[in-house]
């Protein structure tokens, strides 16, 4: 694996939530959850045939979807935030993997820091480190990905782990992973996955 840049903890709205397909009016972009900035308040300039591309999709759908039936405002998508997850990191890193020459396989990785607007309390600060990672290759399934997890749990000392489907807007399919706590005596979760298909 290699780690990816992640050194931006200011986002655009369009790298954050538009470009994963998050639609605009969806509550994660309240201010009551999100870190909007004053200053800069917008991003100066946005992949515009990219961009094109993603209003297309929230808009009227493409690849397999019916999209979202509204319309997409470039007002929304330039609207700086302090980023929500390193996830905007992958959405770039597999724009640039999309523009190369010829297509190279990739196993990207990062821990870094997020940034959401929450009540504080003893499991929730408004700051907390995030990891991912983003294999890109021909033929994956589902089962490389559980796969690729378990082994991360197992380096981690976490052995005893259970997969279950779950809803996130812009994996398909996605999946929480839960492992047994011996003091709780339950299962928790420890962590959400997806197969994010571009």
Same mark, same amino acid.
């Given at each position: ?11 655009? =709205?369009?790298?954050?939530?538009? #470009? ?5 009016? *969806?509550?994660?972009?309240?201010? *009551?959850?999100?870190?909007? &900035? ?7 300039? &946005?992949?515009?045939? /990219? ?8 808009? $009227? ?6 999209? /979202?039936? @509204? ?10 935030? &302090?980023?929500?997850?390193?996830? =905007? #990191? =992958? ?7 999309? *523009?190369?020459? !010829?297509?190279?396989?990739?196993? @990207?990785?990062?821990?870094? %820091? ?11 600060? #408004?700051?907390? $480190? +995030? ?12 089962? *490389? ?5 378990? +082994? ?14 779950? /809803?996130?807007? /812009? ?8 492992? @047994?706590?011996?003091?709780?005596? !339950? ?5 959400? =996955?997806?197969?994010? %298909?571009?």
């Amino acid at each position: 694996f290699t780690e990816m840049p992640t050194d931006n903890f200011v986002e655009s =709205s369009f790298w954050n939530f538009d #470009a994963l397909f998050q639609p605009q009016q *969806h509550p994660a972009r309240d201010q *009551h959850d999100t870190f909007f &900035l004053q200053d800069p308040a917008e991003a100066p300039e &946005l992949p515009a045939s /990219y961009m094109a591309k993603v209003r297309k999709v929230h808009s $009227h759908g493409g690849y397999g979807s019916q999209g /979202y039936k @509204y319309v997409w405002k470039v007002e929304e998508a330039r609207k700086n935030l &302090l980023r929500t997850h390193t996830t =905007s #990191a =992958s959405a770039r890193a597999l724009f640039h993997l999309a *523009h190369q020459d !010829k297509f190279t396989p990739v196993k @990207y990785f990062s821990i870094d %820091r997020v940034f959401r607007n929450e009540s504080l309390d003893a499991t929730h600060l #408004a700051e907390f $480190h +995030q990891v991912e990672g983003v294999v890109a290759d021909r033929g994956l399934t589902l089962g *490389h990905l559980m796969g690729i997890l378990r +082994q991360f749990f197992t380096k981690l000392g976490i052995t005893k782990l259970r997969f279950k489907p779950a /809803y996130n807007p /812009y994996t398909e399919p996605s999946m929480e992973v839960f492992s @047994y706590h011996e003091g709780l005596k !339950k299962w928790v979760e420890v962590g959400n =996955s997806g197969v994010f %298909r571009p």
